[in-house]
């Protein structure tokens, strides 16, 4: 069982999916009539992606967006990679992003700036955890789910060496398994 991997569950299922409805609501009143784009970065913001959005109840454009920080390592190197683009342009649109965590804040401050540049009319942020400790970079997002302690969170999205993402919940990794 993965459970026997997890030290211990910070976030549950039911917490997370609570959330979900508590910002699909919010969301829903913000951008009502104004068809947003609503963009995932790959990998991680998919589980998020597909729960958030089937709690807004105004029409919305999905679009994804793949991005890695260069190298597999744990800790971001800082330079930010476009795997894959987005299929719809952004010019004049509200775009909303959805992202798993924002750590350092570097893969969201590149986007929020690509954004910009490709002239949207509004980029906004939407994380389901924020890890204001891991900071590199000023980033406050527009909305977030849960604040997270400087530990090293799998599930609902997030991986190590790409395992974990198919996690309900948000857990703490044992540390005896990304040491040996
Ligand atoms: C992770 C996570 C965020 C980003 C946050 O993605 O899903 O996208 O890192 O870190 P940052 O704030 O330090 O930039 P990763 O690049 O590992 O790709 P993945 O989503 O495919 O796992
Ligand atoms: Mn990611
Ligand atoms: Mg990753």
Redesign the pocket.
């Known amino acids: 069982m993965i459970r026997d991997e997890i030290e211990e569950i910070l976030i549950t299922e039911e917490e997370i999916q609570a959330k979900c409805r508590e910002l699909g609501k919010q969301i829903t009143e913000e951008y009502n009539g104004r068809f947003p784009l609503v963009v995932g ?5 998919m589980p998020f992606m597909g729960d958030l959005t089937k709690r807004i109840d105004t029409h919305i454009e999905m679009d994804f967006m ?4 260069y190298g597999a390592g744990m800790v ?1 190197s800082g330079e ?1 990679k476009i795997v894959k683009d987005l299929d719809t342009s952004v010019e004049g649109r509200d775009v909303l992003i959805l ?10 401050s590149y986007l929020v700036k690509l954004f910009h540049y490709r002239k949207a009319k509004t980029v906004k942020v939407v994380t389901l955890l924020d890890k204001p400790d ?1 900071r ?1 970079i000023d980033l406050v997002p527009d909305m977030a789910g849960f604040i997270v302690p400087d530990a090293f969170v799998v599930g609902y ?3 190590y060496a790409e395992r974990y ?1 198919n996690l309900p919940y948000i857990g703490v990794l044992k540390s005896e398994i990304y040491e040996s």
């Open positions: 970065v790959l990998k991680g913001a793949d991005v890695s920080s971001s930010v992202e798993d965590i924002i750590d350092s804040g570097l893969t969201l891991g590199k999205g997030l991986d993402r």
